[in-house]
């Protein structure tokens, strides 16, 4: 399960709304960015060897819920209700909840039999994890920077449609099923999702090949060409035939019953291809260049990404399998069950820099800090830049603490905000950059045919 604790973290740090800073110091950072363009950085064609044994480990990731038991406890997933309980926080009209209002979602849990259920299902339509059953938010304190709109503490993760779950929970109303994927647990709407039969399981389990999306939002349509879903990248869609035009695929549906319904589509092949995707820089900078500048999505919210959800998204097309956190991100094993994790907590900003210039892997080494995770791209005209999916850097004026507000998918320098008196130069992305990851190692890349 993700754990929020991190993403909590991140609020206090590097995220917020409040108090923005005046338009002269967007100016400033704006100049200061280099060209938007991966495709100018990426320089590598070398491809990654083992696309099979990454394609495994993805799999059998994504596949985990039909294989196991419910893996979380009563006690873990009451954590959200804890911290509402502690401070019971303020709804969409930004006036404060009241105790009520929190026992109710209580009572809606239904915890008293937690866990009261064990059913494999699948996600038919990409919707939102939560931390608690309601689609209210909960904000800390609106007035503050960082603690309102949009950081909804209650918001989990989205998840996409044809992703494998376990239902091991439903609530007092049955309106909501909490549900654990491979990545992710929370609670989801029970329009959003259907039961499988076992012969559905060994069909998805009997599947070999799967597509993925080039480019996001790419609509997929029944035979008859009704709309069904979004393909986003980072969704998988199992692939069982193929023509020069088309690839054919499954999609599931929610019957009124409750139970998966299979409808094949047909997908252009122009549009879509066989997972994982051949993995390089220049591969990878052509498949995301597509989002850069992608709005900012606290936990997924409003069809967008954060942080680690879009290093998930893009790296995933490629069959790196990634956790949903960014903390957990950083510290996971690769798919040979490596630790390729170096700590930098110690070392100064030019230590640093040294380092990774020395180390990491361009377009293939994750930064991480306290509640943020970035992915290097490499040295240009003497700076290092990575390219992440940020809220904003925290300024100080006047000893009031306020936020200049990025909101998207972002190519910027690791000192980015600089010299300038308005941003706090005590949080500087390279003053917290604590650990690195490599994805792989160097030997197993491969020169292209």
């Not at 849990?109 to 339509?125: D, G, H, Q, W, Y």
């Not at 069959?319 to 700590?343: C, E, H, P």
Request: glycine share 6%; proline share 5%; with cysteine.
């Amino acid at each position: 399960m993700i754990q929020f604790s991190s993403f909590i973290s991140l609020i206090f740090i590097l995220l917020g709304c409040a108090n923005i800073t005046p338009a002269s110091v967007s100016t400033q950072i704006d100049s200061s960015l280099p060209k938007q363009d991966l495709r100018l950085y990426a320089k590598d064609t070398r491809v990654f060897k083992d696309r099979l044994k990454l394609k495994e480990d993805y799999l059998k990731h994504f596949f985990s819920p039909f294989n196991q038991e419910p893996q979380l406890n009563t006690l873990e997933i009451q954590w959200g209700l804890r911290a509402a309980y502690n401070n019971l926080g303020f709804g969409e009209n930004l006036l404060p909840y009241t105790i009520d209002f929190i026992d109710n979602i209580k009572q809606e849990m239904n915890l008293e039999s937690f866990p009261n259920t064990k059913k494999p299902a699948i996600i038919t339509r990409s919707t939102n994890l939560r931390v608690v059953p309601t689609h209210k938010p909960r904000f800390l304190d609106p007035k503050l920077p960082g603690e309102g709109f949009p950081f909804d503490t209650w918001q989990n993760s989205s998840i996409y449609a044809g992703t494998p779950i376990l239902i091991t929970h439903y609530s007092q109303s049955k309106e909501w099923a909490f549900v654990e994927s491979g990545f992710v647990s929370g609670w989801v709407s029970v329009l959003d999702i259907a039961l499988l039969n076992p012969n559905q399981i060994q069909l998805l389990k009997n599947t070999q090949d799967f597509l993925v999306v080039k480019k996001d939002y790419t609509p997929i349509k029944s035979s008859t060409n009704h709309f069904l879903e979004s393909a986003r990248i980072g969704m998988l869609l199992p692939l069982i035939g193929s023509t020069k035009k088309t690839y054919e695929s499954l999609f599931f549906i929610r019957t009124p019953s409750g139970y998966a319904k299979v409808i094949k589509t047909h997908l252009p092949v122009e549009n879509f291809v066989k997972f994982p995707m051949p993995f390089s820089s220049v591969n990878y900078a052509n498949l995301t260049q597509g989002i850069v500048g992608e709005r900012y999505g606290w936990g997924g919210m409003f069809g967008n990404r954060d942080c680690s959800m879009f290093l998930r998204d893009t790296l995933g097309n490629f069959g790196f399998f990634l956790l949903r956190n960014s903390q957990a991100q950083i510290k996971q094993k690769d798919f040979k069950d490596r630790s390729l994790y170096v700590d930098l907590s110690q070392k100064t900003p030019q230590e640093k820099i040294a380092f990774l210039k020395e180390n990491a892997i361009p377009f293939a080494t994750l930064l991480g800090m306290r509640g943020h995770i970035m992915l290097y791209l490499g040295v240009f005209n003497d700076e290092v830049l990575a390219i992440h999916d940020i809220w904003g850097l925290r300024t100080l004026q006047d000893g009031k603490e306020g936020r200049e507000i990025l909101g998207r998918i972002i190519i910027t320098p690791l000192d980015i905000g600089k010299d300038i008196k308005t941003i706090s130069q005590d949080s500087l992305l390279i003053k917290r950059i604590s650990g690195m990851r490599n994805l792989f190692e160097t030997n197993e890349l491969k020169n292209a045919k």
